[in-house]
C-alpha cells in the first residue's frame, strides 16, 4: 500500500467509534485500577491502548479496505476492554467486595488471547495489507494455536496463580493437560514469532523505494520490542528508567506504523535506525572503557583512588569522539550501504580534487551517479542560468547549497529528491566545496569571455575610429590642400599675363587655407576637445552650446582623472547625439556629479525613448569603454525620454 | 588635348580643369561622380567628339571607396582609345593591379598634380596610349626580395627599372639619372636579361612587358 503524498486524513466515523470506546474503556480502567497496582503499569497501559488506537484510527480512516488500521484498533480496544477495564473492575471489586471481582481478574489474565494472533497478523500484513503468499497463512495458524494453547494453559492452571488478588486462580480446571499444552503451545509461539518476524525480514529483501522505508520503521519498532522487552521484567523494579523505555517500546509499534502509513518525514528512517545503533554502540564501548579503566587504575592505585575515577573518566572521554566516528561508519556500512558507498566517493572525489585528479565540474556527475537521478542538476549562483536561478519547470523540486551563510547553489531533481533529500543533505556539506568551485570557475569563464568580446569590441570601435580618421584626413584636409596648391599653381601661371586676377585666386587660396584650417580644429576636437583640459564643467558647457538643440547643464567643477573625464565627455557626447539624431528630443538635460567615490553623468531627454545598448555600437563602445574603468553604463529608455546614466569610478 | 575630369570635390575639379586650361588643353567636361562620367562619354563617343584623357578620382560617391577604378575598368572595356588617369589620395595596388599593365592607364597620387610639368606630361603620355605609374607605386612593385629576380639587379639597374615602370623613354631615364644614354641602354640591357624579359625596340611594349613581369612577381607568394 503506498499513499500518494500527505495530505490531512478524514477520520472515518466506525473506526472513530471504536476509538472513541477505546478510550473511554482506558479511562475508566485508570480510574478503577489507580492507586491498587504501580502507578507505572496504569499509567504505561492507560497511554497504550489509546495510542495503539489512534494509530489504527488514522490509518483505517486513510486506508479503510487495509486491515491494518482495523488491526490495531482491535489492539487497542481489546486490550483497554477485556485486559485493562477487566483487571481495574477485578482489582476495584475484590477491595470493595463488588460482585464478579473474580472474573474480571481471569478475563485480563486470559484476554491476551485476544491480541496475540492479530500482532503476528499484523506483521505478516504490513505494509501492503496483504500476505506475501497463502502459505504465510501457517504462520497467522500457529499464532492462533499458540495463544490457545498457551493462553489456555496459563489461564487453567496455577500458572496464573500471582495474577490474582488471592495468590490463587480460582478457575483451575484439572482434566486440561496444561502441561502439554503449555510445552506445545510455545513451541508453536516461538514458529509463529520466528515466522512473522520472518515475512517483515523477507518483504524488506524484496522490496525497494517506499515500501523498504516503511518496513524499515515498523523492523526498527519491533526489534526495539524484541531487545527491550525481555528486559524488563529483571529490570523494572531496580531500574526506573526501564520503565520509561518500555512505554517508548511499546509506544514505538504504532508510532512506526503511522510514520510508515503517511510517509510523513519517510526518508529519515535510515538516519533513525543507524544512530541508534551507533549510539548503543558508542555507549557500550564508553561504558566499557569506564568500567575496565577504574578496575586497572583502582588494581594499580588502591581500589578508592580518587585518581582511577578521575582517570577512568579521562580515558572514556577520549575514547567518545573516535568511537563515534567508528561506530557511525560501521553502523553505515552495514546498515545503510547506499548513503555509505556514497559518501565515501563523493569524499573520494573531493580527495581526488585536492589532488589535480578531478575537475569540479564532474561534480554534478557524481551526485547524479549516487542518488540514481539523471534529471539532477546544479544551478550555480550568481551565473546560474540566464532566469537567474530561478529552477525550471518541470523541476519538482530544489534543494539550496550553502556554504557558510551564502548561498552557493541550488540542486533541482526530479520528484523522486524527496526520499532523496536526507542522502543530498548528507553529502551535500562534502561536496559543497566542488560546487563552489564548479560554481566560481564557471562565473570566471563567463567573466573572462565577457572581458575578451569586450576587448575586441574595443579595438573594433579603434579600428573603426582610425579608418573615420584617415577618410576625413584624406577627404578633407589633404584634398583642400591639393586644391589650394593648385591654385598656388594657377596665380602663378596668372602672374604672367593676368596680375589682378592673380591677386583674387591668392584670396581665394588664403580664404581655403582658413577652411582647412577649421576642419582640423574640429577633427582634433573629436579625438579630445581641449577644453577638457580646463575641467569637465568647461567642456559639457561649450559641448551645450555647440548642441543643435536647448542643453541645460548643471556640473560639479570637481577635477577628476584625464581617463574619468574624458570617457565621461564621450558619453555626454553620444547621448546628446543619440537624443538630437534618433530620440528627436527637444531638450536634454546635462549633469555630472560627484558621488561616492565615482563620477557620474546623466543624460536625460524628452525624446521618443526606446534606446538599448545592444541597438547601435555608439552606446555598446561607451559601455566597453566604461567598463574597462570598472565603472558602468545604465540605460532607461520607455516610451518617452531617455536617460543615459554612466558610473565612473575615481580616486578623487 | 581634349579631356574629361571626374572629381566630386568641387574646388579641386576646377583647379584641375584650371590646370589643364593653363597648360593649353581643352577641358571637354567636368563630372562629379562616376555614372555622369560614364554617361557623358557615351555621348561624347556617340557624337564622335574624340576624348583623348580621362582624369578620374579613385573615391567618389556613393560609397567613397573604387568608384573611380570600375568607372576607368568600364571606360577601357568600352573604349581601348581613351586614355585613363586614375587620382588617389594614397597608393592602393590591390584594384588596379589588372589596369596597369593596359596600354592607355596611369595612376598618380593627387599631389603629382602640384608638380604641373611632370604631371602634364604622363597625362599627355597617357593619352597617347603610353602608360604613368606613381613612383611609389612603382616602389612597391620593384621593393628588392631576397628571392625574387629583382633581389638580383643592381642599386642602378633598380633605378633604371623603376623609372622604366614609370614609363619613361631611354634619353628621360637618362637625363632623370645624370648620365648618358648609352649607359641607360647598358642598364637596360642587363635588367632585361636579368629578368629573362625579351628585348625590343617599342619602348611602350618594353614597359609593358616590364610591369607584367612585375606583376608576375609580386603575387607570387
Request: hydrophobic content about 45%.
Amino acid at each position: 500500500m503506498v499513499s500518494e503524498s500527505v495530505r490531512p486524513v478524514r477520520l472515518a466515523a466506525l473506526p472513530l467509534a471504536l476509538f472513541v470506546v477505546t478510550a473511554l474503556a482506558e479511562a475508566a480502567a485508570v480510574a478503577l485500577s489507580w492507586g491498587l497496582e504501580p502507578w507505572t503499569d496504569t499509567a504505561i497501559y492507560g497511554v497504550y491502548s489509546p495510542a495503539i488506537a489512534a494509530a489504527g484510527l488514522l490509518v483505517a480512516s486513510r486506508h479503510p479496505r487495509s486491515p491494518i488500521g482495523w488491526l490495531m484498533l482491535w489492539l487497542g480496544g481489546s486490550n483497554a476492554v477485556f485486559t485493562d477495564l477487566a483487571q481495574g473492575y477485578g482489582l476495584r471489586a475484590i477491595e470493595r467486595g463488588w460482585p464478579a471481582g473474580r472474573v474480571g481478574e481471569w478475563t485480563a489474565t486470559s484476554s491476551v488471547v485476544m491480541q496475540m494472533a492479530p500482532t503476528f497478523v499484523l506483521w505478516l500484513v504490513f505494509p501492503t495489507g496483504r500476505l506475501l503468499s497463502r502459505a504465510w497463512m501457517s504462520v497467522a495458524a500457529s499464532g492462533v494455536v499458540a495463544s490457545v494453547l498457551v493462553v489456555g494453559s496459563y489461564s487453567f492452571s496455577h500458572r496464573s496463580d500471582s495474577e490474582f488478588a488471592g495468590g490463587l486462580n480460582p478457575y483451575i480446571v484439572e482434566w486440561l493437560p496444561t502441561s502439554a499444552m503449555w510445552v506445545v503451545g510455545n513451541a508453536f509461539l516461538v514458529a509463529a514469532m520466528v515466522g512473522s518476524a520472518a515475512a517483515l525480514v523477507v518483504r524488506l529483501h524484496r522490496s525497494n523505494g517506499v515500501e523498504r522505508q516503511q518496513l524499515k520503521y515498523i523492523v526498527f519498532a519491533v526489534v526495539a520490542g524484541a531487545i527491550v522487552l525481555p528486559l524488563g521484567p529483571f529490570l523494572w523494579d531496580r531500574y526506573p528508567i526501564m520503565r520509561a523505555m518500555v512505554a517508548i517500546v511499546l509506544l514505538a509499534q504504532p508510532v512506526a506504523v503511522c510514520v510508515a502509513m503517511f510517509r510523513y518525514r519517510l526518508y529519515d528512517v535510515d538516519r533513525v535506525i543507524s544512530r541508534t545503533i551507533s549510539y548503543g554502540l558508542v555507549t557500550a564501548v564508553t561504558v566499557g572503557v569506564y568500567v575496565i579503566s577504574v578496575v586497572t587504575l583502582g588494581a594499580l592505585l588502591g581500589r578508592t583512588s580518587a585518581v582511577a575515577t578521575a582517570g577512568a573518566t579521562l580515558a572514556a572521554a577520549a575514547a567518545f569522539r573516535p568511537v563515534r566516528r567508528r561506530a557511525q561508519s560501521l553502523v553505515d556500512r552495514r546498515f545503510d550501504r547506499n548513503r555509505y558507498d556514497a559518501l565515501r566517493r563523493v569524499e573520494q572525489f573531493i580527495d581526488d580534487l585536492g589532488n589535480g585528479r578531478a575537475a569540479p565540474e564532474e561534480v554534478e556527475a557524481l551526485l547524479r551517479d549516487v542518488t540514481s537521478d539523471q534529471e539532477l542538476t546544479i544551478h550555480h549562483r550568481p551565473h546560474c542560468d540566464d532566469t537567474g536561478g530561478v529552477v525550471t519547470a518541470g523541476a519538482a523540486t530544489s534543494l539550496p547549497v550553502r556554504r557558510g551563510h551564502a548561498l552557493i547553489a541550488t540542486i533541482s531533481a526530479s520528484s523522486a529528491l524527496n526520499e532523496r533529500r536526507s542522502l543530498l543533505n548528507d553529502l551535500l556539506p562534502h561536496a559543497g566545496v566542488a560546487i563552489e568551485i564548479a560554481g566560481l570557475r564557471t562565473e570566471l569563464r563567463h567573466q573572462l569571455d565577457e572581458v575578451e568580446s569586450s576587448r575586441a569590441r574595443l579595438v573594433a570601435v579603434a579600428d573603426e575610429e582610425r579608418r573615420r580618421l584617415e577618410r576625413d584626413l584624406h577627404d578633407g584636409a589633404q584634398q583642400r590642400l591639393v586644391s589650394i596648391g593648385l591654385a598656388l599653381r594657377h596665380a602663378q601661371h596668372q602672374l604672367r599675363d593676368d596680375e589682378s586676377g592673380a591677386g583674387d585666386t591668392l584670396d581665394a587660396a588664403v580664404g581655403e587655407i582658413a577652411v582647412a584650417i577649421d576642419e582640423l580644429r574640429e577633427l582634433a576636437h573629436g579625438l579630445r576637445p581641449s577644453t577638457l583640459d580646463t575641467g569637465l564643467g568647461p567642456a559639457l558647457r561649450e559641448l551645450a552650446q555647440r548642441a543643435p538643440v536647448p542643453v541645460t547643464v548643471d556640473t560639479t567643477d570637481a577635477r577628476f582623472g584625464a581617463d574619468a573625464e574624458t570617457t565621461a565627455y564621450f558619453v555626454a557626447c553620444e547621448a546628446l547625439t543619440n537624443a538630437v539624431k534618433h530620440a528627436h528630443a527637444n531638450h536634454v538635460a546635462l549633469h555630472a556629479t560627484a558621488s561616492s567615490g565615482a563620477l557620474v553623468v546623466r543624460v536625460a531627454d524628452d525624446g521618443i525613448g526606446g534606446a538599448t545598448p545592444t541597438r547601435g555600437s555608439g552606446l555598446r563602445g561607451l559601455a566597453d569603454r566604461l567598463s574597462a574603468l570598472g565603472g558602468t553604463l545604465t540605460i532607461d529608455s520607455g516610451r518617452t525620454g531617455t536617460t543615459v546614466t554612466a558610473r565612473i569610478p575615481c580616486a578623487s | 588635348m581634349r579631356v574629361v575630369i571626374a572629381e566630386d570635390q568641387a574646388l579641386l575639379r576646377e583647379g584641375l580643369a584650371r590646370l589643364f586650361h593653363d597648360g593649353g588643353h581643352e577641358v571637354v567636361a567636368t563630372v562629379g561622380d562616376a555614372e555622369q562620367l560614364i554617361d557623358q562619354i557615351d555621348r561624347l563617343m556617340a557624337a564622335e567628339q574624340s576624348a583623348d584623357l580621362v582624369v578620374v578620382d579613385i573615391r567618389m560617391p556613393p560609397t567613397f571607396t573604387t568608384e573611380g577604378v570600375e568607372a576607368a575598368r568600364t571606360i577601357k572595356q568600352r573604349h581601348p582609345g581613351i586614355g585613363v588617369l586614375v587620382l588617389s589620395q594614397h597608393i592602393e595596388t590591390a584594384h588596379t593591379a589588372d589596369l596597369v599593365t593596359q596600354s592607355g592607364f596611369g595612376y598618380l597620387l593627387k599631389d603629382r598634380v602640384l608638380d604641373v610639368t611632370d604631371f602634364l606630361g604622363a597625362a599627355e603620355r597617357v593619352a597617347n596610349g603610353g602608360s604613368a605609374l606613381d613612383p611609389k607605386v612603382i616602389a612597391r612593385l620593384v621593393t628588392p626580395d631576397q628571392h625574387g629576380p629583382v633581389g638580383r639587379l643592381s642599386e642602378r639597374e633598380r633605378d633604371v627599372l623603376a623609372l622604366m615602370a614609370e614609363g619613361l623613354t631611354n634619353s628621360a631615364i637618362a637625363q632623370r639619372l645624370f648620365v648618358s644614354d648609352r649607359t641607360v641602354e647598358a642598364h637596360i640591357r642587363h635588367v632585361l636579361t636579368k629578368l629573362d624579359i625579351p628585348d625590343t625596340s617599342d619602348a611602350h611594349r618594353r614597359v609593358l612587358a616590364v610591369l607584367m613581369h612585375l606583376r608576375a612577381a609580386t603575387e607570387q607568394p
